[in-house]
């Protein structure tokens, strides 16, 4: 069994929580939370420094808010633990690129669900095959009934401030590993964003460029549905692409939905060990999708 501390016991840590436990090859040690109250079958500790000097620990998950992913991040690391950290990595660019470098080919990763989800694997191996054809565009649409998402009403402190939250951090954010990891490393050639009073960003259009691929952005606060995402990848031979999170959608067909949260657990496994390659976003990946999408809000 692999010993787990959990920073972070919010609607993320409970739902690693749920996962750690029905993959049955982890041990939840101690949890740490300032503000969220008592999760049963968790023993909770005073700090961070508390939770990383047990022994038992041996990977350390961070569900807290992003300004402090970095410095709980390298503390970890430093007390010989794995970590596993939340997204967005940082929402400070420079700081995204100084951890990349701190951590190098540390036990380090970032949970972006599509690094080990089926639709991903799919959809790159269209592209890499060339089945799509050539001259290949992306284009991803997000709307959002409102923000943050009436899920999200306990971590709506951070959520809804534009110094750490916002759905392009929140959600685009993965769609921009998606595209990372399907096409290589991006750069934001145009971007415009329109913002409400207190600076949160409630529309944004956006083309990036991965590799020799192009991506439009189109993203707003507007719609009747609280999520509504698409990611469409499309070439002279047919199109591709990701609805609603994981539904696989091929040509016009969209299948069922098969999330991935038990496939990124799976692969923590391999992540404690350290010896074996693991699929799981590198904190290296993380900023670089960090720094696109500051690169964008900063328009």
Known sequence: MIGVGLIGLGIMGHRMLAALREHG????????????????????????????????????YIASPPAAHGAQLLAALAAGKAVFCEKPLTAD?????????????????VNFPFATAEVTQRLAALVASGALGADLSAHLRLRFAAWPRPWQAGASAWLAAPQEGGFLREVGSHFLFLAHRLFGPGRVLSATVVRDAQGMEVQVEATLRFGETSLTVDAAIGGSLADDNRFDVVGSAGAAGIADWYRFVRDGVVEDRRPALTSQVAALVDLVDGTKPHPLARVEEAAAVAALVETILAH
């Open 25 to 60: 090859g982890f041990q939840v040690v101690a949890g740490f939370d300032p503000a969220a109250g008592e999760v049963p079958g968790v023993a909770r500790v005073p700090d961070v420094d508390a939770l990383l000097a047990l022994p038992e620990v041996e990977l350390v």
């Open 93 to 109: 660019p420079v700081e995204a690129q100084q951890l990349a470098e701190a951590t190098g080919q540390a036990r380090a990763a």
